[in-house]
């Protein structure tokens, strides 16, 4: 009986879903905004070549662009000469802002949330972890930028 509770809990402890991982929705922005900066200044892509360049699909793609442009780091044109273009805010953007434009403020932990309710807070001993690990992510979101991921794409595709 032992063997199987071991085996139950570390299948269900191993399992893909896990509630650290960015959303789909995050990370097909990203992939989105690397790709755009790696095109010259004012060119517009249609959403089918966004698809194709992010792996995604284009019915879900186009509620992440939505929210990119609400965020001011893309801009979409209807027409014959329509598409999304990236923006100068877009470029010079942090993975951080693209992250949070699609998924908002990034928590590791529901008690570093803004006005937690946790009673445990101020006293339990992983708070002072989760804060640290959340600051070292949020530090290495930030200062990764749009423009220079789209440089080291091309430096590779070279």
């Known amino acids: 009986m032992k063997d199987i509770q071991e085996g139950h809990a570390t299948s269900t402890m191993n399992s893909p879903a896990s509630s650290m991982q960015l959303t789909r929705g995050a990370d097909y922005a990203v992939r989105i905004m690397i790709h755009l900066a790696g095109l010259p200044d004012n060119e517009r892509v249609l959403l089918p070549t966004l698809a194709a360049a992010a792996n995604a699909p284009a019915s879900f793609l186009s ?16 027409g014959q000469q329509g598409g999304f273009e ?8 942090s993975v951080l802002e693209v992250v949070e434009a699609i998924d908002g403020p990034i928590r590791l932990n ?19 972890v ?8 949020v530090d290495v979101l930030r ?16």
Do not use: F
């Open 110 to 128: 529901v008690c570093l949330e803004h006005g937690s309710g946790c009673g445990r807070k101020g006293w339990c001993p992983a708070n002072p």
């Open 143 to 158: 200062s990764s930028k749009v423009a220079e991921l789209a440089h080291q794409t091309d430096a590779v595709a070279q």
């Open 63 to 78: 509620k992440v662009l939505q929210a990119l442009t609400r965020a001011g780091l893309i801009a979409s044109r209807r």
């Open 86 to 93: 990236i923006l100068p805010q877009g470029r010079a953007a």
């Open 130 to 137: 989760w804060k640290e690990a959340q600051a070292a992510m």
